[in-house]
Protein backbone atom coordinates (compact mmCIF):
# COMPACT_ATOMS: atom_id res chain seq x y z
CA UNK A 1 0.00 0.00 0.00
CA UNK A 2 2.46 2.53 -1.24
CA UNK A 3 0.56 5.12 -2.23
CA UNK A 4 -1.11 8.58 -1.13
CA UNK A 5 -2.12 7.14 2.21
CA UNK A 6 1.10 6.88 3.20
CA UNK A 7 2.11 10.63 2.48
CA UNK A 8 -0.71 11.73 4.37
CA UNK A 9 0.33 9.64 7.47
CA UNK A 10 3.39 10.83 6.95
CA UNK A 11 1.82 14.50 7.14
CA UNK A 12 0.17 13.44 10.18
CA UNK A 13 -3.12 14.01 8.74
CA UNK A 14 -2.15 17.76 9.34
CA UNK A 15 -3.64 20.58 7.22
CA UNK A 16 -1.17 23.23 7.73
CA UNK A 17 1.52 20.61 7.96
CA UNK A 18 0.66 19.27 4.31
CA UNK A 19 0.94 22.52 3.28
CA UNK A 20 4.03 23.30 4.15
CA UNK A 21 5.70 20.10 3.10
CA UNK A 22 3.59 19.97 -0.30
CA UNK A 23 4.45 23.52 -0.68
CA UNK A 24 7.28 22.29 -3.10
CA UNK A 25 4.86 20.28 -5.37
CA UNK A 26 2.79 21.46 -8.58
CA UNK A 27 -0.37 22.89 -8.05
CA UNK A 28 -2.49 20.29 -7.68
CA UNK A 29 -0.80 18.01 -5.19
CA UNK A 30 -0.97 21.08 -2.99
CA UNK A 31 -4.10 20.12 -2.02
CA UNK A 32 -4.93 16.51 0.20
CA UNK A 33 -6.15 14.29 -2.35
CA UNK A 34 -8.83 12.93 -0.30
CA UNK A 35 -10.42 9.60 -1.57
CA UNK A 36 -14.33 9.42 -1.57
CA UNK A 37 -16.19 6.05 -0.50
CA UNK A 38 -19.75 7.04 -1.35
CA UNK A 39 -22.16 3.81 -0.12
CA UNK A 40 -25.78 4.35 -0.79
CA UNK A 41 -28.82 1.86 0.11
CA UNK A 42 -32.21 1.35 -1.53
CA UNK A 43 -35.07 2.18 0.31
CA UNK A 44 -33.02 2.31 3.71
CA UNK A 45 -34.66 4.82 5.93
CA UNK A 46 -33.56 6.42 9.43
CA UNK A 47 -36.20 4.88 11.63
CA UNK A 48 -34.30 1.31 11.10
CA UNK A 49 -31.10 3.32 12.24
CA UNK A 50 -29.92 3.18 15.72
CA UNK A 51 -27.83 6.60 15.29
CA UNK A 52 -31.27 8.41 14.35
CA UNK A 53 -33.54 5.86 16.05
CA UNK A 54 -33.23 3.14 18.47
CA UNK A 55 -37.22 1.98 18.47
CA UNK A 56 -36.57 -0.69 16.18
CA UNK A 57 -33.04 -2.00 15.51
CA UNK A 58 -29.41 -1.65 16.12
CA UNK A 59 -27.01 -0.91 13.74
CA UNK A 60 -23.92 -0.38 15.45
CA UNK A 61 -21.35 -0.42 11.83
CA UNK A 62 -23.33 2.69 10.49
CA UNK A 63 -23.03 3.90 13.98
CA UNK A 64 -19.77 4.09 13.95
CA UNK A 65 -19.41 6.35 11.10
CA UNK A 66 -21.74 8.77 12.83
CA UNK A 67 -19.89 8.14 16.26
CA UNK A 68 -16.73 9.05 14.31
CA UNK A 69 -18.28 11.47 12.29
CA UNK A 70 -21.51 13.50 11.86
CA UNK A 71 -25.00 12.95 11.57
CA UNK A 72 -27.38 15.33 9.26
CA UNK A 73 -30.82 15.62 11.17
CA UNK A 74 -32.10 17.14 7.89
CA UNK A 75 -31.15 15.18 4.96
CA UNK A 76 -33.77 15.44 2.04
CA UNK A 77 -34.21 13.95 -1.34
CA UNK A 78 -35.16 16.28 -4.34
CA UNK A 79 -37.66 13.16 -5.46
CA UNK A 80 -38.28 10.79 -3.53
CA UNK A 81 -37.34 7.64 -6.15
CA UNK A 82 -34.86 5.53 -7.16
CA UNK A 83 -33.34 6.17 -10.61
CA UNK A 84 -34.30 10.36 -10.21
CA UNK A 85 -32.44 10.18 -6.69
CA UNK A 86 -29.14 8.44 -8.13
CA UNK A 87 -29.64 11.05 -11.04
CA UNK A 88 -29.81 13.62 -8.81
CA UNK A 89 -26.73 12.67 -6.97
CA UNK A 90 -24.75 12.01 -10.37
CA UNK A 91 -25.90 15.32 -11.90
CA UNK A 92 -26.08 18.21 -8.57
CA UNK A 93 -29.39 19.07 -10.57
CA UNK A 94 -33.05 18.57 -9.68
CA UNK A 95 -34.78 15.92 -11.97
CA UNK A 96 -36.25 18.11 -14.63
CA UNK A 97 -32.44 19.57 -15.50
CA UNK A 98 -30.81 16.04 -15.23
CA UNK A 99 -33.82 14.46 -17.79
CA UNK A 100 -34.47 11.78 -15.38
CA UNK A 101 -37.73 11.90 -13.95
CA UNK A 102 -39.12 9.03 -12.94
CA UNK A 103 -38.37 5.01 -13.37
CA UNK A 104 -40.73 4.27 -15.51
CA UNK A 105 -40.29 6.03 -18.48
CA UNK A 106 -36.52 7.44 -17.94
CA UNK A 107 -33.85 6.81 -19.59
CA UNK A 108 -30.02 8.82 -18.01
CA UNK A 109 -28.67 10.93 -20.69
CA UNK A 110 -25.18 9.31 -20.17
CA UNK A 111 -23.92 12.19 -22.50
CA UNK A 112 -24.21 14.80 -20.01
CA UNK A 113 -21.85 16.43 -17.39
CA UNK A 114 -21.74 14.18 -13.91
CA UNK A 115 -19.69 14.78 -11.04
CA UNK A 116 -17.87 11.35 -11.59
CA UNK A 117 -16.86 12.70 -15.20
CA UNK A 118 -15.89 16.03 -13.42
CA UNK A 119 -13.89 13.82 -10.84
CA UNK A 120 -11.82 12.10 -13.43
CA UNK A 121 -10.82 14.86 -15.46
CA UNK A 122 -9.81 16.30 -11.55
CA UNK A 123 -7.23 12.94 -11.78
CA UNK A 124 -9.54 10.84 -9.87
CA UNK A 125 -10.23 7.27 -10.12
CA UNK A 126 -14.12 6.46 -10.31
CA UNK A 127 -15.55 3.20 -10.18
CA UNK A 128 -19.02 2.28 -9.14
CA UNK A 129 -20.24 -1.16 -8.07
CA UNK A 130 -23.96 -2.45 -7.03
CA UNK A 131 -27.21 -0.64 -8.20
CA UNK A 132 -27.09 1.69 -11.23
CA UNK A 133 -31.00 1.52 -12.36
CA UNK A 134 -30.83 4.32 -14.90
CA UNK A 135 -31.53 1.70 -18.02
CA UNK A 136 -28.37 3.31 -19.98
CA UNK A 137 -24.87 2.24 -19.11
CA UNK A 138 -22.62 4.16 -16.80
CA UNK A 139 -20.76 6.70 -18.41
CA UNK A 140 -17.55 8.74 -16.41
CA UNK A 141 -16.53 5.49 -14.27
CA UNK A 142 -13.33 3.97 -14.86
CA UNK A 143 -14.75 0.72 -13.74
CA UNK A 144 -18.25 -0.50 -13.48
CA UNK A 145 -20.21 -3.18 -12.50
CA UNK A 146 -23.42 -2.98 -11.82
CA UNK A 147 -26.71 -5.10 -11.80
CA UNK A 148 -29.98 -5.35 -13.87
CA UNK A 149 -32.62 -2.91 -13.04
CA UNK A 150 -33.31 -4.20 -9.38
CA UNK A 151 -30.94 -6.71 -8.77
CA UNK A 152 -31.58 -10.01 -7.33
CA UNK A 153 -30.71 -10.95 -3.43
CA UNK A 154 -29.60 -14.70 -4.51
CA UNK A 155 -26.94 -15.74 -7.20
CA UNK A 156 -27.55 -12.11 -8.46
CA UNK A 157 -26.29 -11.12 -12.06
CA UNK A 158 -23.77 -8.59 -13.05
CA UNK A 159 -23.42 -6.86 -15.82
CA UNK A 160 -19.53 -5.60 -16.51
CA UNK A 161 -17.93 -3.26 -18.65
CA UNK A 162 -18.00 -5.78 -22.17
CA UNK A 163 -21.53 -5.35 -21.24
CA UNK A 164 -21.99 -9.34 -20.30
CA UNK A 165 -24.34 -10.66 -18.11
CA UNK A 166 -22.11 -13.34 -15.50
CA UNK A 167 -24.25 -14.44 -12.21
CA UNK A 168 -22.44 -14.67 -9.50
CA UNK A 169 -23.12 -17.14 -6.16
CA UNK A 170 -23.93 -15.08 -3.17
CA UNK A 171 -26.05 -13.01 -1.38
CA UNK A 172 -25.86 -9.80 -3.20
CA UNK A 173 -24.85 -7.36 -0.08
CA UNK A 174 -21.64 -9.63 0.45
CA UNK A 175 -21.00 -9.65 -3.31
CA UNK A 176 -21.08 -5.85 -3.98
CA UNK A 177 -19.00 -5.63 -0.65
CA UNK A 178 -16.80 -7.76 -1.76
CA UNK A 179 -16.32 -6.31 -5.42
CA UNK A 180 -16.00 -3.13 -3.80
CA UNK A 181 -12.64 -4.41 -1.26
CA UNK A 182 -11.70 -6.25 -4.45
CA UNK A 183 -11.43 -2.72 -6.55
CA UNK A 184 -9.39 -0.92 -3.63
CA UNK A 185 -7.29 -3.68 -3.09
CA UNK A 186 -6.42 -4.68 -6.64
CA UNK A 187 -8.03 -3.12 -9.48
CA UNK A 188 -7.63 1.12 -8.99
CA UNK A 189 -4.12 3.03 -9.17
CA UNK A 190 -2.52 3.51 -6.16
CA UNK A 191 -0.92 6.65 -7.17
CA UNK A 192 -4.18 8.51 -7.70
CA UNK A 193 -7.15 9.57 -5.44
CA UNK A 194 -10.46 7.57 -6.13
CA UNK A 195 -14.01 8.04 -5.60
CA UNK A 196 -15.97 4.27 -5.24
CA UNK A 197 -19.51 4.78 -5.61
CA UNK A 198 -21.09 1.02 -3.62
CA UNK A 199 -24.55 0.99 -4.35
CA UNK A 200 -26.78 -1.39 -2.89
CA UNK A 201 -29.48 -3.39 -3.33
CA UNK A 202 -30.36 -3.73 0.40
CA UNK A 203 -33.18 -3.18 1.65
CA UNK A 204 -35.10 -3.09 -1.28
CA UNK A 205 -38.93 -4.89 -1.75
CA UNK A 206 -39.18 -7.75 -0.80
CA UNK A 207 -36.61 -7.99 1.71
CA UNK A 208 -35.01 -11.14 1.38
CA UNK A 209 -32.64 -12.39 3.55
CA UNK A 210 -28.67 -13.64 3.92
CA UNK A 211 -29.24 -17.89 4.66
CA UNK A 212 -27.75 -16.55 8.18
CA UNK A 213 -30.31 -14.37 9.15
CA UNK A 214 -33.16 -16.48 8.26
CA UNK A 215 -34.38 -16.42 11.51
CA UNK A 216 -33.19 -13.23 13.09
CA UNK A 217 -35.63 -10.59 14.49
CA UNK A 218 -38.63 -13.81 14.32
CA UNK A 219 -39.04 -13.47 18.41
CA UNK A 220 -39.48 -9.63 18.01
CA UNK A 221 -42.40 -7.98 17.81
CA UNK A 222 -42.16 -4.25 16.73
CA UNK A 223 -44.25 -1.77 18.25
CA UNK A 224 -46.95 0.04 15.47
CA UNK A 225 -46.01 3.21 14.62
CA UNK A 226 -48.98 6.16 16.32
CA UNK A 227 -50.23 6.95 12.62
CA UNK A 228 -50.59 3.00 11.22
CA UNK A 229 -54.18 3.56 11.64
CA UNK A 230 -54.56 6.77 9.48
CA UNK A 231 -57.71 7.65 8.08
CA UNK A 232 -56.16 10.73 6.10
CA UNK A 233 -58.75 12.97 6.94
CA UNK A 234 -58.35 16.19 4.87
CA UNK A 235 -55.44 14.19 2.62
CA UNK A 236 -56.92 13.49 -0.65
CA UNK A 237 -53.80 12.10 -2.68
CA UNK A 238 -52.68 10.93 0.64
CA UNK A 239 -56.19 8.37 0.25
CA UNK A 240 -55.36 7.57 -3.26
CA UNK A 241 -51.97 5.99 -2.31
CA UNK A 242 -51.63 2.06 -3.33
CA UNK A 243 -49.22 1.31 -1.19
CA UNK A 244 -50.78 0.30 2.13
CA UNK A 245 -49.54 -2.44 4.70
CA UNK A 246 -52.83 -4.11 4.83
CA UNK A 247 -54.38 -3.60 1.57
CA UNK A 248 -51.61 -3.62 -0.84
CA UNK A 249 -48.83 -5.69 0.29
CA UNK A 250 -49.05 -8.87 -1.35
CA UNK A 251 -49.23 -11.66 1.39
CA UNK A 252 -46.83 -14.21 -1.01
CA UNK A 253 -44.69 -11.79 -2.32
CA UNK A 254 -43.99 -9.35 0.42
CA UNK A 255 -44.97 -11.20 3.13
CA UNK A 256 -43.65 -14.75 1.94
CA UNK A 257 -46.59 -16.54 3.09
CA UNK A 258 -46.27 -19.53 0.51
CA UNK A 259 -47.58 -23.16 0.15
CA UNK A 260 -46.62 -24.72 -3.14
CA UNK A 261 -48.82 -24.49 -5.87
CA UNK A 262 -50.43 -20.71 -4.71
CA UNK A 263 -50.95 -17.75 -6.55
CA UNK A 264 -51.17 -14.43 -6.23
CA UNK A 265 -50.94 -11.11 -8.35
CA UNK A 266 -47.25 -10.97 -7.17
CA UNK A 267 -46.25 -14.68 -6.80
CA UNK A 268 -44.59 -15.16 -10.20
CA UNK A 269 -42.27 -12.29 -9.11
CA UNK A 270 -41.56 -13.76 -6.02
CA UNK A 271 -41.30 -17.75 -7.36
CA UNK A 272 -38.75 -16.04 -9.69
CA UNK A 273 -36.74 -14.70 -7.03
CA UNK A 274 -36.54 -17.33 -4.56
CA UNK A 275 -36.58 -19.53 -7.63
CA UNK A 276 -32.35 -18.20 -7.88
CA UNK A 277 -31.44 -19.87 -4.73
CA UNK A 278 -29.77 -23.51 -4.64
CA UNK A 279 -31.61 -26.54 -4.15
CA UNK A 280 -29.41 -26.20 -0.42
CA UNK A 281 -30.99 -22.64 0.05
CA UNK A 282 -34.67 -23.25 -0.80
CA UNK A 283 -34.19 -26.24 1.78
CA UNK A 284 -33.06 -23.64 4.38
CA UNK A 285 -35.52 -20.61 3.60
CA UNK A 286 -38.11 -23.40 3.32
CA UNK A 287 -37.14 -24.76 6.93
CA UNK A 288 -38.18 -21.23 8.12
CA UNK A 289 -40.93 -19.72 6.17
CA UNK A 290 -42.69 -23.04 5.23
CA UNK A 291 -43.90 -23.37 8.88
CA UNK A 292 -44.79 -19.89 9.45
CA UNK A 293 -47.11 -19.93 6.19
CA UNK A 294 -48.69 -23.18 7.41
CA UNK A 295 -49.41 -21.59 10.77
CA UNK A 296 -50.84 -18.29 8.90
CA UNK A 297 -52.79 -20.17 6.71
CA UNK A 298 -54.36 -22.71 9.25
CA UNK A 299 -55.16 -19.69 11.35
CA UNK A 300 -56.25 -17.27 8.36
CA UNK A 301 -56.15 -14.28 10.52
CA UNK A 302 -58.86 -11.18 9.41
CA UNK A 303 -59.18 -7.48 9.95
CA UNK A 304 -56.64 -5.67 12.26
CA UNK A 305 -54.98 -9.04 12.96
CA UNK A 306 -53.96 -9.29 9.47
CA UNK A 307 -52.44 -6.00 9.25
CA UNK A 308 -50.73 -6.69 12.52
CA UNK A 309 -48.94 -9.70 10.79
CA UNK A 310 -48.26 -7.76 7.71
CA UNK A 311 -46.40 -5.10 9.63
CA UNK A 312 -44.89 -7.75 11.42
CA UNK A 313 -43.62 -9.67 9.14
CA UNK A 314 -42.44 -6.64 6.59
CA UNK A 315 -40.16 -5.48 10.03
CA UNK A 316 -38.53 -8.89 10.22
CA UNK A 317 -37.82 -9.20 6.82
CA UNK A 318 -36.52 -5.93 6.75
CA UNK A 319 -34.58 -5.80 9.65
CA UNK A 320 -33.10 -8.92 8.14
CA UNK A 321 -31.31 -7.42 5.14
CA UNK A 322 -30.48 -4.58 7.34
CA UNK A 323 -28.09 -6.73 9.51
CA UNK A 324 -26.30 -8.18 6.54
CA UNK A 325 -25.64 -4.06 5.19
CA UNK A 326 -24.82 -3.05 8.90
CA UNK A 327 -21.98 -5.82 8.81
CA UNK A 328 -20.80 -5.25 5.16
CA UNK A 329 -20.81 -1.39 6.10
CA UNK A 330 -18.55 -2.53 8.98
CA UNK A 331 -16.41 -4.69 6.26
CA UNK A 332 -15.62 -1.36 4.40
CA UNK A 333 -14.74 0.61 7.15
CA UNK A 334 -12.35 -2.14 8.73
CA UNK A 335 -10.09 -2.28 5.67
CA UNK A 336 -10.33 1.66 5.17
CA UNK A 337 -8.84 1.27 8.80
CA UNK A 338 -6.31 -1.40 8.46
CA UNK A 339 -4.97 0.20 5.42
CA UNK A 340 -4.60 3.12 7.19
CA UNK A 341 -6.99 5.39 4.28
CA UNK A 342 -9.28 6.45 6.89
CA UNK A 343 -7.92 9.96 7.63
CA UNK A 344 -7.01 10.33 3.66
CA UNK A 345 -11.11 9.11 3.20
CA UNK A 346 -14.57 11.10 3.30
CA UNK A 347 -16.74 7.97 4.30
CA UNK A 348 -20.15 8.78 3.20
CA UNK A 349 -23.42 6.47 3.97
CA UNK A 350 -27.04 7.33 2.80
CA UNK A 351 -29.87 5.55 1.00
CA UNK A 352 -31.20 6.65 -2.27
CA UNK A 353 -34.49 7.87 -0.45
CA UNK A 354 -36.23 7.14 3.20
CA UNK A 355 -39.38 4.70 3.54
CA UNK A 356 -42.34 4.35 5.27
CA UNK A 357 -42.48 1.76 7.83
CA UNK A 358 -45.79 1.36 8.68
CA UNK A 359 -46.48 5.17 9.52
CA UNK A 360 -49.82 6.36 7.75
CA UNK A 361 -50.13 2.47 7.15
CA UNK A 362 -47.82 2.49 4.71
CA UNK A 363 -45.01 0.92 3.13
CA UNK A 364 -42.86 2.47 -0.34
CA UNK A 365 -42.31 6.37 -0.26
CA UNK A 366 -42.21 8.88 -3.30
CA UNK A 367 -44.61 11.07 -0.82
CA UNK A 368 -42.82 14.67 0.25
CA UNK A 369 -44.07 13.90 3.49
CA UNK A 370 -41.07 13.54 6.67
CA UNK A 371 -40.23 10.20 6.07
CA UNK A 372 -39.51 9.58 2.49
CA UNK A 373 -38.41 13.17 2.13
CA UNK A 374 -35.54 12.52 4.39
CA UNK A 375 -32.78 9.99 3.71
CA UNK A 376 -30.16 8.91 6.58
CA UNK A 377 -26.97 10.54 6.09
CA UNK A 378 -24.18 9.90 7.95
CA UNK A 379 -20.26 10.95 6.77
CA UNK A 380 -17.00 10.20 8.65
CA UNK A 381 -14.92 13.26 7.72
CA UNK A 382 -11.12 12.66 6.62
CA UNK A 383 -8.34 14.64 8.91
CA UNK A 384 -8.65 18.47 8.92
CA UNK A 385 -12.67 18.60 8.97
CA UNK A 386 -13.44 19.28 12.32
CA UNK A 387 -17.65 18.58 12.58
CA UNK A 388 -18.83 16.36 14.83
CA UNK A 389 -22.24 15.16 15.76
CA UNK A 390 -25.72 16.30 14.62
CA UNK A 391 -25.78 18.45 11.81
CA UNK A 392 -29.26 20.52 11.45
CA UNK A 393 -28.56 21.92 8.52
CA UNK A 394 -31.08 21.19 5.68
CA UNK A 395 -29.18 19.23 3.15
CA UNK A 396 -30.11 17.79 -0.38
CA UNK A 397 -29.09 15.00 -2.15
CA UNK A 398 -27.95 17.89 -5.51
CA UNK A 399 -25.20 18.81 -2.66
CA UNK A 400 -23.50 15.49 -2.96
CA UNK A 401 -21.73 16.15 -6.39
CA UNK A 402 -20.82 19.74 -5.76
CA UNK A 403 -19.02 18.48 -2.33
CA UNK A 404 -17.39 15.68 -3.53
CA UNK A 405 -15.73 18.30 -6.84
CA UNK A 406 -14.97 21.00 -3.85
CA UNK A 407 -13.06 18.07 -1.99
CA UNK A 408 -11.37 16.79 -4.98
CA UNK A 409 -10.24 20.53 -5.58
CA UNK A 410 -12.41 20.37 -8.69
CA UNK A 411 -14.08 23.76 -10.16
CA UNK A 412 -17.73 23.61 -9.73
CA UNK A 413 -19.79 24.27 -12.59
CA UNK A 414 -22.25 27.06 -12.39
CA UNK A 415 -24.94 24.86 -13.53
CA UNK A 416 -24.80 22.54 -10.99
CA UNK A 417 -27.48 23.73 -8.61
CA UNK A 418 -26.52 21.32 -5.06
CA UNK A 419 -24.55 23.47 -2.63
CA UNK A 420 -21.30 22.16 -1.53
CA UNK A 421 -21.23 20.69 2.35
CA UNK A 422 -17.79 21.53 3.16
CA UNK A 423 -18.48 24.50 4.41
CA UNK A 424 -20.56 23.02 7.39
CA UNK A 425 -17.86 20.07 7.66
CA UNK A 426 -14.95 22.20 8.26
CA UNK A 427 -15.49 23.66 11.98
CA UNK A 428 -17.16 21.99 14.78
CA UNK A 429 -19.85 24.39 14.90
CA UNK A 430 -23.41 25.08 12.67
CA UNK A 431 -23.10 27.71 9.39
CA UNK A 432 -23.50 31.51 9.87
CA UNK A 433 -25.62 31.13 5.93
CA UNK A 434 -27.38 28.18 4.78
CA UNK A 435 -30.66 27.45 3.10
CA UNK A 436 -33.78 28.31 4.41
CA UNK A 437 -35.51 26.02 2.62
CA UNK A 438 -35.27 22.69 0.15
CA UNK A 439 -37.63 22.18 -3.06
CA UNK A 440 -39.21 19.08 -3.86
CA UNK A 441 -40.82 17.27 -7.19
CA UNK A 442 -42.45 13.83 -7.44
CA UNK A 443 -43.49 12.90 -11.04
CA UNK A 444 -44.09 9.21 -11.33
CA UNK A 445 -47.77 9.10 -11.78
CA UNK A 446 -49.40 7.40 -12.78
CA UNK A 447 -47.91 4.19 -11.80
CA UNK A 448 -47.03 1.81 -9.17
CA UNK A 449 -48.59 2.81 -5.61
CA UNK A 450 -50.26 5.67 -7.30
CA UNK A 451 -48.68 9.03 -5.89
CA UNK A 452 -50.03 11.89 -7.13
CA UNK A 453 -47.53 14.09 -8.93
CA UNK A 454 -46.68 17.35 -6.48
CA UNK A 455 -44.51 19.79 -5.72
CA UNK A 456 -43.48 21.40 -2.03
CA UNK A 457 -41.21 23.75 -0.26
CA UNK A 458 -39.93 22.94 3.49
CA UNK A 459 -38.36 25.25 5.80
CA UNK A 460 -37.01 24.44 8.83
CA UNK A 461 -40.75 24.37 10.45
CA UNK A 462 -43.33 24.21 7.63
CA UNK A 463 -44.42 22.49 4.47
CA UNK A 464 -45.96 23.53 1.74
CA UNK A 465 -47.08 20.93 -1.12
CA UNK A 466 -49.34 21.03 -4.25
CA UNK A 467 -50.59 17.97 -5.46
CA UNK A 468 -51.45 18.50 -9.13
CA UNK A 469 -52.02 16.42 -12.51
CA UNK A 470 -55.78 14.59 -12.33
CA UNK A 471 -55.95 16.76 -8.39
CA UNK A 472 -55.61 20.10 -7.52
CA UNK A 473 -55.28 20.39 -3.83
CA UNK A 474 -52.28 22.23 -1.63
CA UNK A 475 -51.42 20.69 1.78
CA UNK A 476 -49.83 23.02 4.66
CA UNK A 477 -48.16 21.33 7.74
CA UNK A 478 -46.75 22.89 11.31
CA UNK A 479 -43.65 20.13 11.52
CA UNK A 480 -43.01 21.82 15.06
CA UNK A 481 -47.12 21.24 16.27
CA UNK A 482 -47.58 18.43 13.72
CA UNK A 483 -44.29 16.69 13.38
CA UNK A 484 -46.52 13.25 12.15
CA UNK A 485 -48.24 15.42 9.25
CA UNK A 486 -51.52 14.49 10.01
CA UNK A 487 -53.31 17.65 9.98
CA UNK A 488 -53.54 19.56 6.99
CA UNK A 489 -54.08 23.36 7.84
CA UNK A 490 -54.24 24.80 4.29
CA UNK A 491 -56.85 27.10 4.12
CA UNK A 492 -57.61 27.37 7.65
CA UNK A 493 -58.05 31.33 9.36
CA UNK A 494 -55.03 31.95 10.88
CA UNK A 495 -52.54 30.27 8.29
CA UNK A 496 -52.56 33.22 5.66
CA UNK A 497 -49.55 34.92 6.11
CA UNK A 498 -47.11 31.79 6.74
CA UNK A 499 -48.71 30.28 3.91
CA UNK A 500 -48.18 33.78 1.61
CA UNK A 501 -44.89 33.38 2.91
CA UNK A 502 -44.28 29.90 1.82
CA UNK A 503 -45.48 30.50 -1.56
CA UNK A 504 -43.12 33.17 -1.89
CA UNK A 505 -40.31 30.80 -1.06
CA UNK A 506 -41.92 27.93 -3.13
CA UNK A 507 -42.33 30.54 -6.21
CA UNK A 508 -38.25 31.91 -5.57
CA UNK A 509 -37.33 28.20 -5.87
CA UNK A 510 -38.97 27.39 -9.05
CA UNK A 511 -37.32 30.72 -10.63
CA UNK A 512 -33.82 29.63 -8.97
CA UNK A 513 -34.19 26.07 -9.63
CA UNK A 514 -35.80 27.10 -13.27
CA UNK A 515 -38.63 24.39 -12.91
CA UNK A 516 -40.66 24.80 -16.13
CA UNK A 517 -43.73 23.55 -13.56
CA UNK A 518 -43.68 27.07 -12.73
CA UNK A 519 -45.45 27.68 -16.44
CA UNK A 520 -48.51 25.56 -16.06
CA UNK A 521 -49.12 26.76 -11.97
CA UNK A 522 -47.70 30.31 -11.65
CA UNK A 523 -47.85 31.47 -7.96
CA UNK A 524 -49.15 34.39 -8.15
CA UNK A 525 -48.90 36.39 -4.91
C1 LIG B 1 -40.47 -1.84 -7.80
C2 LIG B 1 -41.32 -2.21 -6.58
C3 LIG B 1 -42.05 -0.99 -6.04
C4 LIG B 1 -41.11 0.17 -5.86
C5 LIG B 1 -40.40 0.43 -7.17
C6 LIG B 1 -39.45 1.59 -7.13
N1 LIG B 1 -42.30 -3.21 -6.94
O1 LIG B 1 -41.26 -1.56 -8.91
O2 LIG B 1 -42.67 -1.35 -4.82
O3 LIG B 1 -41.81 1.31 -5.46
O4 LIG B 1 -39.66 -0.73 -7.50
O5 LIG B 1 -38.45 1.41 -6.15
S1 LIG B 1 -41.85 -4.74 -7.08
O6 LIG B 1 -43.10 -5.52 -7.17
O7 LIG B 1 -41.03 -4.89 -8.25
O8 LIG B 1 -41.10 -5.08 -5.87
S2 LIG B 1 -37.09 2.14 -6.33
O9 LIG B 1 -36.44 2.16 -5.03
O10 LIG B 1 -36.30 1.38 -7.29
O11 LIG B 1 -37.41 3.48 -6.80
CA1 LIG C 1 -35.07 3.13 -3.60
Redesign the pocket.
Known sequence: MRENENMWRMLGGSLPLAAMVLGALPARAQQPRYNIVYIMT??HTAQMMSCYDRRYVETPNLDRIANDGVRFTRSFVANS???PSRACMLTGKHSHKNGFTN?EHGVFDGTQQTMPKLMRQAGYQTAIIGKW?LVSLPTGFDYWNIVPE?GDYYNPDFITMKNDTVRETGYITNIITDKSLDWMEHRRDRSRPFALFIHHKAC???WLPEMKYLTAYEDKTFPLPETFYDDYAGREAAAAQEMNVDRDMDII?DTKMYLPGMTSR?SP?YLRMIGRMTVAEQLQYDAVYGPMSRAFYSKQPKGRELAEFKYQRYMRDYAKVLKSLDDNVGRVLDYLRDRGLLDSTLVVYTS?QGFYMGEHGWF?KRFMYEESLNTPLVMRLPAGFERRGAVDEMVQNIDYAPTFLELAGAPVPADIQGRSLLPLLKKNKPAKKWRRSVYYHFYEYPA??MVKRHYGVRTDRYKLIHFYNDIDRWELFDLQTDPTEMKNIYGQPGTEKITRELLKELKQLQEEYDDPIRERFPIRL
Open positions: DDLSGNHQHRCYLNDDEH
